[in-house]
Structures are given as structure tokens and as C-alpha cells.
């Protein structure tokens, strides 16, 4: 290997490991930071598909170290069922994308989340209207996330427009619905031929740093505010999201 490619792998590595400290200490955000940072050395398209196993095994991580599941699935079941027609509909786009337009895609979704976060406006959904929220926001997350592996953005948007739904039961239902969305969008990258056996051979090496990182983010989450370390993602966001739409129009 040259150098180059040395710097590749180290990039990459650094890249997955930030991806998963994010996941570790709030839970959410691994592909918001980790597919346009790697993004940065590597094909859009490949820097997309190397997220199929680490997110499975991230987020069945946390699921399993959640509590109400069981009430999330009887209640949160309308993004489930339209975030899987809109993830068949991201992936077969996915298939033949162009590396501009990916870029675009990606940088403009990355930017968004990152100002949402960081405003001080929220949705609120009443109980009459959550569940129909929940088709569309399904849908939405379903066609960005097939497309980008960035499912979080839409569904976090529409957890946090729902009053009093509580730090536990917003663990439970996210941990529930990124369930729903990565694994049917890893079985869809292997049926329409983006994931092949080499791809998933680095998506499962990629799985050791964003694991290390998942673990040392449980611990640092105890340890810094979370309102510092919230700024530094959203600055870390929006770098990358600006850099990814400064290489697809720099051409």
C-alpha cells in the first residue's frame, strides 16, 4: 500500500470512530458526521454503502440497552411501514446516482439537520395528528436515508415535534425506528447489487472503530455537558456539510 492509501485507511478509521462517539454520547448522528467526512477521500457512493453493518450493529446495540421498546412498536408503527417503501425508492436511486448529485444531496441534508438542531424553532405534533406525521416523516426518512444512509435527521425532527414523549421513550422509539430502517437498507443494498461480498467485507471491518467510539461516547456523555458538546457536532456538521457542496460544484 502507498501512502495515500495508508491515509485513506487512517482517515476513514478516524472518520468511524467520531461517528460512533457521537452515537455513544447522544445517541443518534453516526452517518450525519461519518459519510461526509469520509466522503472527503473516498466515492460518495462507497463512502455510503461502508455504513450498511456498523449502523445494524450500532443501533441493535442501543436497542438493546433501551427500555420500552415493546410501547414503541405498537405506537410508533406508521413510520415503520413507509419508512421501508421509501428506503426501496432511496436505494434504487442510489444505484445509479451521479457522484455531483450525491454530493448535493448529502451536503444539503447535513447543513439542514445541523441549523435545525441549532435553532430554537420545533414542531408540535397533537395526538390527533402524530400518527398521520408519522407516514410522512417515515416516507421522508426512508427515500433520504436509502439514498445517504442518513435516516436520523427526518425521524429525529418528528420525535422531537411529539410533547412529553421523555428521554426514555424518545431512546426506545428512535432505537426502534433506526432498526427498521438500516436493516431492511442493508438487505436492499445487497438485492440491488451496491453492497457485493468486497463491500461487505470493509462494512464489517468499519464496525471496530465506530464500536470503540460507541463505547468511549457512553463515557464521555457522563462526563462533558451536553450543551458544549453539542455545539462541536453542529460546527463539525456544518464544515462538512459546506465541503461536501464545495466539491460537487467545484466540479
Not at 52 to 65: M, S
Not at 91 to 107: E, Y
Request: positive net charge.
Amino acid at each position: 500500500m502507498t501512502f495515500a492509501d495508508w491515509f485513506i485507511v487512517g482517515w476513514c478509521g478516524v472518520a468511524l470512530f467520531f461517528g460512533g462517539l457521537i452515537k455513544g454520547a447522544l445517541g443518534v448522528g453516526t452517518p450525519l458526521l461519518t459519510v461526509p467526512l469520509m466522503a472527503l477521500v473516498l466515492p460518495p457512493q462507497m463512502a455510503v454503502v461502508l455504513m450498511a453493518v456498523p449502523v445494524v450493529v450500532a443501533n441493535v446495540w442501543q436497542a438493546f440497552k433501551a427500555e420500552q421498546i415493546r410501547s414503541a412498536v405498537s405506537r410508533f408503527w406508521p413510520p415503520f411501514l413507509t419508512i421501508l417503501i421509501g428506503t426501496y425508492f432511496g436505494v434504487a436511486i442510489l444505484a445509479d446516482i451521479d457522484d455531483r448529485s450525491l454530493f448535493i444531496i448529502v451536503g444539503v441534508i447535513v447543513i439542514s439537520a445541523a441549523f435545525f438542531q441549532g435553532s430554537s424553532f420545533k414542531f408540535h405534533l397533537t395526538p390527533a395528528s402524530e400518527k398521520p406525521a408519522g407516514f410522512i416523516f417515515g416516507a421522508a426518512s426512508g427515500l433520504i436515508g436509502g439514498l445517504s444512509s442518513l435516516f436520523g435527521p427526518m425521524l429525529i425532527i418528528y420525535l422531537l415535534s411529539i410533547p412529553h414523549l421523555g428521554k426514555e421513550r424518545f431512546v426506545a422509539s428512535i432505537s426502534f425506528l433506526y432498526i427498521a430502517c438500516v436493516v431492511p437498507w442493508a438487505v436492499m443494498l445487497v438485492l440491488f447489487g451496491v453492497l457485493d461480498q468486497r463491500m461487505a467485507l470493509l462494512s464489517t471491518l468499519s464496525v471496530v472503530p465506530v464500536m470503540v467510539g460507541l463505547v468511549s461516547g457512553e463515557r464521555l456523555r457522563k462526563r462533558m455537558s451536553d450543551e458544549r458538546f453539542q455545539r462541536l457536532i453542529l460546527l463539525i456538521l456544518l464544515i462538512s456539510g459546506f465541503t461536501m457542496l464545495w466539491r460537487a460544484f467545484s466540479g
